[in-house]
């Protein structure tokens, strides 16, 4: 077969090793993407700031004092690796320093103001609800369990999008004010109504 | 169609592809996820997993997660333990250390899979394989363990050819303040203390932790043998001789130490440093032997290893991030085998005039590794993208703190009339450079494919190849249907590709490629089911030399093809929890390749020392098994932990058997006389080992304290054959493992 100059010359540069390695590394080159897209974590820690601004805390939680930080407290196996920490490096919630931290004696979950229950096999609800009983703390999960044991906000993914649910019940007992505007942007559960 | 016209055709080519994806990279500015309102967030489409760690249910392997809590309550004495107690398709064998399998492949070296620790390859690259790690008493710095079962080198590296064991150790995030702990096995006489700190800061984390463990081993333990000439067999009697050696017991008293460090900074930056060691008697040998006035294990074997990286993650902007790494790891090892017979080289045995007769392998390794991995964090429903280079210098010479190396203790001469030992006495180098890069288009929920490729290439190997391509499809919201095809390599040892070398040739890798099938599905919010399908072929190489002719070469020694189906359930409520798995393996085929008579994977194709083909079965494995867990939450702070496996169908051995039946059967008494002892015995029948523990935890003092019971109903463990050529079959040999009792105590402060 007879070939011309160009079909030669791409036959020897396809079959050339150096080529295949360059290949390999600059195929997906010719696949970005032009829309703007997040990861799952990245949007449920965004969120957590949003709903802090529809949510009052009772006079006991001290939100006045701006030299105390705003503690978001993370129970269980953290699915969110540092996205949180460089989120809120320099945001402040409620006007306060953003802290993060890891708990993992249930002890220290009353010192949050809020808490981000993971999907953690291991957290045991009955526990941490005993522990949260009347105490002004937001609870925010994404595991569907804890949303029908009083965990007041549920987050969770549907067609790639994230949405939320509340407890109304939940956000009662704790004490917390919670702005209509958030309950009307969310679906809204009430446990208490489902008993009866 | 000359040179010049040449360049110039690659120059146009190059301008138009850089042109053709320029526009590509120039992206509007938008809103950050701080900038949107509530009703803007809930518009963003979101990737659930990042573009490197996808879920789960997306990532194309089939994977099995051993976590820290699973880890608190089940009773196990090293990770070997723990893999075959949780991972459908896994079990290990007694050889100079643990061998573990996993589906169906394993072998008289670890060197099929791939020991991680933060995901960073730990094998030892000499030799062995994965060495470090495995055989450690001492658990409570692992966070999780993540197996991926079957192979994996496109994502890996070569290697992957079984599966990959990843430890990921406690950091400060998930292990604040101070923890301490002692455990004590009273039966295996293992005592072991560890102590560990984090702390978290705003703008650092660190981590602390230290542990020394002592084993003096289960004495007397019951080690059944065959004596390969006289067919005579039984349990050793431990007052004969110098006895036998305590099971899994530290070799000369040294303690098991391991030692971590771990450090974040400014979230970007991460430093860690380990340190670990590990000194046993080889398992399948099971006697002492006095030498210079003292009893030692004829044959032990004992690793120690240090490890540092310095990891960078820094996000350029919120599209782009870049992940790199330099790290530095060095391992020593040493294998000797006391009574190793001296045998002069001119009869074509083993040992080496040039050296002390009993050592087989004393050498250490050491690798600087640079490595880079960029993610695009932008990413649609369509295209997600990720791209990666690594290069590594290799050295390999003398053990920590000795003088010589001892590594081609296969005492070969090359064509010039050297003696392999003497050229690498001081050592040898190599570099290794890989690159990878991995590609998603998802059309569609039901069609999102994978494309993934990695290219490896040592100094003394060829260009190996891995691709991936999988095609992942979710229908609804819990189901999830996966099919991949991929081909998984293995690079020699460095041993073999350095001997290799002096026999001008260059190695070509262990190849197996497979396709697998998986569904995984959330049937309830409660309830679990994982099930795959995988079909699996490949070459499988070996290292020969014939002194006739003073030529080495690596070497096909088979073809083999074999299926695997796994299922596995999972069922949690609140306060119980239990996980049923189950796995079949089956052998379709084993060839000899041309030239080979005998070997260790299948006795499908034999022919030696009047010993031929018997059955369709994969050696040293246990086609069924059946693995169950649970976990109840009892009032008063109290966990059950049970677990239990079930092993049958060793069909490998039974072919063993069945080899020795056709040569002796009703013509030798001895091999009647073993036969039926082998049958008494319940040889290569159905294994059962069961586990139960209950832990209590105080809160007032925030401790646990944990007693367990190890094998409370007796197994036997095999030791691995690596096949059978003697006049009796001495390769089926195990050790009935005792059953066992030990108590934890943990505190937190």
């Known amino acids: 077969m007879v070939y011309n100059d160009d079909t030669y010359y791409f036959l020897k540069l396809i079959t050339n090793r150096r080529v295949k390695i360059l290949f390999v590394l600059l195929m997906p080159l010719c696949l970005f993407a032009q829309a703007q897209k997040f990861s799952e974590y990245e949007v449920k820690a965004a969120f957590l700031e949003k709903f802090t601004r529809f949510v009052e805390w009772p006079a006991e939680a001290h939100m006045e004092d701006v030299n105390k930080p705003f503690v978001i407290g993370i129970m269980g196996e953290n699915p969110f690796n540092s996205i949180l920490e460089k989120m809120y490096a320099n945001q402040k919630i409620k006007n306060k320093k953003v802290e993060i931290r890891y708990i993992s004696v249930l002890e220290d979950v009353k010192n949050c103001n809020l808490l981000f229950i993971t999907q953690s ?45 509340i407890d109304q019940n939940a956000v009662k007992l704790s004490g917390l004010y919670m702005n209509s505007l958030l309950l009307k942007m969310s679906k809204t559960i009430n446990t208490k109504e489902e008993k009866q | 169609m000359n040179s010049q016209n040449y360049s110039l055709y690659k120059i146009r080519l190059l301008l138009i592809f850089l042109f053709s994806v320029m526009p590509v990279y120039l992206l509007a500015q938008e809103k950050t996820l701080s900038e949107m309102t509530i009703q803007e967030l809930m518009n963003v489409e979101v990737v659930t997993g990042s573009l490197t760690s996808l879920t789960t249910s997306k990532i194309p392997v089939s ?11 089940t009773p196990a004495r090293n990770i070997a333990d723990l893999i075959e107690i949780y991972v459908p398709g896994a079990l290990w064998l007694n050889h100079t250390s643990p061998r573990i399998g996993i589906r169906g492949v394993i072998m008289d070296r670890n060197y099929k899979l791939l020991m991680l620790v933060n995901g960073k390859d730990m094998n ?4 062995q394989g994965a060495t470090l790690e495995i055989g450690n008493w001492d658990l409570n710095d ?35 303040g101070i923890s301490m702990g002692v455990e004590d096995n009273f039966s295996y006489n293992s005592k072991g203390a560890y102590s560990c700190l984090g702390y978290t800061g705003k703008k650092f984390n660190l981590y602390a932790y230290g542990s020394l463990h002592y084993t003096s081993g289960y004495k007397n333990a019951d080690y059944f043998a065959i004596d390969p000439n006289t067919g005579i067999a039984g349990y050793l009697d431990p ?35 380990r340190y670990t060691n590990s000194d046993q008697p080889a398992l399948f040998r099971q006697k002492m032997a006095l030498a210079a006035g003292e009893k030692v294990p004829v044959w032990f074997t004992g690793q120690k290893g240090f490890v540092t990286v310095l990891e960078n993650n820094h996000a350029f902007n919120q599209y782009i991030s870049l992940k790199s790494g330099v790290s530095f790891n060095s391992q020593s090892y040493y294998d000797y085998w006391v009574t190793r017979p001296l045998i002069p080289y001119d009869s074509g045995g083993f040992n080496s005039p040039h050296g002390p007769g009993n050592i087989v392998y004393d ?3 050491s690798h600087i590794l640079l490595s880079s991995l960029m993610n695009v964090k932008q990413a649609n429903e369509k295209y997600k993208y990720a791209i990666g280079a690594s290069y590594s210098f290799d050295s390999y010479g003398p053990g920590w703190g000795k003088n010589k190396m001892y590594m081609l203790s296969n005492d070969y001469k090359i064509p010039d009339g050297r003696y392999i030992e003497d050229l690498i006495a001081d050592g040898f180098n190599a570099n290794t450079i890989s690159f990878f890069s991995e590609c998603n288009f998802g059309f569609h929920p039901l069609a999102n494919v994978l494309l993934s490729a990695r290219m490896d290439k040592n100094k003394y190997s060829k260009f190996f190849f891995s691709p991936r391509i999988g095609l992942i499809s979710e229908v609804g919201k819990n189901n999830t249907f996966k099919l991949t095809w991929q081909r998984s390599v293995r690079m020699n040892t460095a041993e073999e590709l350095y001997k290799e070398h002096y026999f001008n040739n260059m190695a070509n890798p262990e190849v197996l490629n497979s396709f697998e099938f998986m569904y995984n599905s959330l049937l309830t919010e409660n309830f679990l089911i994982n099930a795959s399908v995988s079909c699996n072929w490949g070459k499988m190489i070996g290292f020969v030399y014939d002194p006739a002719t003073i030529k080495g070469e690596t070497k096909p020694i088979g073809d083999l093809k074999y299926f695997t189906i796994e299922v596995e359930v999972k069922y949690k409520l609140e306060k119980f929890t239990i996980g049923v798995n189950h796995s079949y393996v089956k052998q379709i085929s084993w060839e000899n390749a041309s030239g080979i008579s005998s070997q260790g994977i299948s006795y499908a194709d034999y022919n030696i020392n009047g010993l031929l083909s018997k059955g369709n079965n994969l050696n040293n494995w246990a086609n069924n098994s059946t693995k169950v867990f649970t976990n109840i939450e009892l009032p008063y702070h109290l966990t059950l932990h049970a677990d239990g496996v079930i092993f049958w169908n060793w069909e490998g051995y039974g072919d063993a058997k069945l080899m020795y039946d056709a040569k002796y059967s009703n013509n030798d008494p001895a091999w009647d006389t073993l036969n039926s002892q082998l049958d008494a015995e319940n040889f290569a029948n159905t294994d059962v080992k069961l586990n139960v523990s209950l832990s209590k935890y105080i809160p007032k003092i925030k401790s646990t304290v944990s007693a367990y019971g190890i094998n409370l109903l007796g197994c036997k463990r095999y030791s691995y054959s690596s096949g059978e050529k003697y006049n009796y079959p001495s390769r089926l040999m195990w050790v009935n493992e005792p059953a066992a009792v030990g108590i934890k105590i943990n505190v937190n402060f």
């Open chain 2, 124 to 127: 030892q690259k000499g030799a």
């Open chain 2, 239 to 273: 007052s004969q001789g110098a006895g036998v050696m305590p099971l899994l017991g530290d070799n000369q008293g040294k303690p098991q130490i391991k030692l971590h460090f771990d450090a974040n900074l400014l979230n970007e930056w991460r430093l860690w440093v």
């Open chain 1, 121 to 165: 096999k291991n957290n045991r609800v009955d526990q941490i609800q005993y522990y949260l009983k009347n105490l002004p703390i937001l609870t925010v999960c994404d595991d569907i369990r804890y949303s029908k044991k009083g965990v007041q906000i549920m987050l969770f993914v549907e067609s790639n999008h994230v949405y939320f649910e």
């Open chain 2, 142 to 176: 692992i966070e999780r363990i993540e197996i991926i079962r079957g192979p994996g080198s496109v994502t890996f590296g070569p290697g992957a050819i079984a599966g990959i064991i990843n430890i990921i150790t406690k950091s400060a995030i998930t292990s604040k």
């Open chain 2, 63 to 73: 994977l099995t997660t051993i976590t820290s809590e699973d880890i608190a309550v």
């Open chain 2, 363 to 365: 050498f250490s390794e």
